[in-house]
């Protein structure tokens, strides 16, 4: 059985008690065959291990630390639990040749600031609510409007803000780190004590795999994903806009002027949404009504969410990388890195020179009753599961 196989039966087990609609079994879109792995399977030179290492303390003195997790092919994933933040992701280009392909801070201080959410566990609510608002059964609820009238990624002092618990672990499946984190009732404005982990996992075979689950006592909206930036030439290495990119998904959200979604499903077919066949980002980028100019839009992917199938593939033709995203949940929000703007909060990364491919339910829709469903309930369980699968051509 494949890891792959193991994980759509995992998923299928674990969403018995999982919420959102479209629970079915699917058969998952194979991925494409033609990237071929930088070592062989087999070929495992070394164990893969873990280290531990002080990367400073919060302004109220809380310890901070950096998890370096290296598998057995030598390619790295470091961490930190000052908000469960994928720190860097070095992995090689075509000729054997590691590089960082994953935008982020050398010193803790960037994380501390305000920074554009690089390599966050993004929760309570990944995305955008409407005017910070929305009604559950029969009770409004009032969040932040952290991105001018709209609630944004989890509000003032979001999940990526916070130290979680950690615990650093090799298995049979690789070596990783497990967080922990207890939000409690009221933060933000969200109803209900929510118990979230996150798992991030760097395989053998060159997958970070993220698994999110998540228990309430109260009904909560819950929305968890993760905010890599990617540029796989190399971070700081120049734009994305040759970065080739496939995305099965034959409809997207328009959205206001606010980028909440208007409620339509819009189809990709000729527009510059349309990554049905792999194109260039920067082919129509330019062609986006926005401001600034560039994607930052919720696709409705394909089959039923539950199963593990493909979401997007990108390839980058300079160093060969390929990147391959697999995930349970209906929607892959494509950010095209606009707002990155060189300042020092933005780590002095300028705009496009990263993306980021979040994998998520819908924006605002505890305010939408035609999406796909987001509140869980005392006795459900919420069930997230992404594999980014690294390889060169």
């Keep these: 059985m494949t890891r792959i196989q193991r994980l759509n039966l995992q998923a299928a087990l674990l969403c018995l008690g999982g919420i959102g609609a479209g629970c079915q079994a699917e058969t998952p879109t194979p991925p494409p065959q033609q990237a071929a792995a930088v070592v062989p399977p087999a070929a495992h030179p070394n164990p893969a291990s873990i280290e531990e290492t002080a990367l400073g303390q919060t302004p109220d003195g809380t310890p901070v630390t950096l998890y370096i997790c290296t598998n057995a092919r030598g390619n790295v994933l470091k961490m930190t639990n ?7 992701l070095e992995m090689p280009d075509r000729h054997g040749q590691r590089a960082n392909i994953n935008l982020g801070f050398d010193r803790l201080d960037g994380y501390l600031g305000d920074h554009p959410y690089f390599g966050a566990t993004v929760g309570r609510y990944a ?30 002092v979001p999940f990526h803000q916070v130290v979680w618990q950690a615990e650093p672990f090799r298995d049979d499946s690789g070596t990783g780190v497990r967080f922990r984190y207890s939000s409690p009732d009221g933060e ?9 982990t996150a798992v991030y ?9 993220v698994a999110f689950t998540a228990t309430t006592d ?32 034959d409809y997207y959200l328009p959205v206001d002027e606010t980028l909440i979604p208007t ?18 980002i920067g082919s129509r980028l330019d062609q986006i009504v926005a401001d600034p100019v560039g994607y930052d839009h919720c696709y409705v992917l394909r089959d039923e969410p539950g199963d593990l199938r493909l979401a997007a593939r ?32 933005n780590g002095g990364y300028q705009q496009y020179e990263g993306f980021c491919l979040e994998t998520q339910f819908f924006p605002d829709s ?28």
């Excluded at 994903?225 to 994305?240: S, V």
């Excluded at 980058?316 to 020092?344: C, W």
């Design 127 to 156: 995305n955008r609510i409407a005017q910070g608002r929305f009604t559950l059964d029969g009770q409004e609820y009032s969040l932040a409007t952290n991105d001018g009238p709209n609630h944004l990624h989890g509000g003032d």
């Design 188 to 196: 933000e404005g969200y109803p209900g004590n929510l118990e979230v």
């Design 366 to 393: 505890p305010n939408q009753p035609d999406f796909p469903d987001t509140i869980l309930r005392p006795g459900q369980q919420y069930e997230h599961t992404t594999i980014h699968r690294f390889s060169v051509e």
């Design 314 to 345: 990108v390839r980058e033709p300079h160093s060969g990388r390929v990147m391959e995203i697999h995930t349970t949940k209906p929607g892959l929000q494509f950010y095209s890195g606009n707002f990155l703007d060189g300042s020092a909060a």
């Design 263 to 280: 409620g339509e499903l819009a189809p990709v077919q000729n527009t510059p949404m349309d990554f049905t066949e792999p194109q260039e």
């Design 201 to 209: 996992t760097l395989t053998d075979e060159d997958e970070l795999i």
């Design 218 to 249: 109260q009904p909560t909206p819950v929305n968890l994903t993760n905010h890599n930036y990617w540029n796989l030439r190399g971070a700081g290495a120049g734009t994305i806009r040759e970065h080739l990119l496939f995305l099965p998904a």
């Design 82 to 88: 000052f908000g469960a933040t994928v720190v860097a």
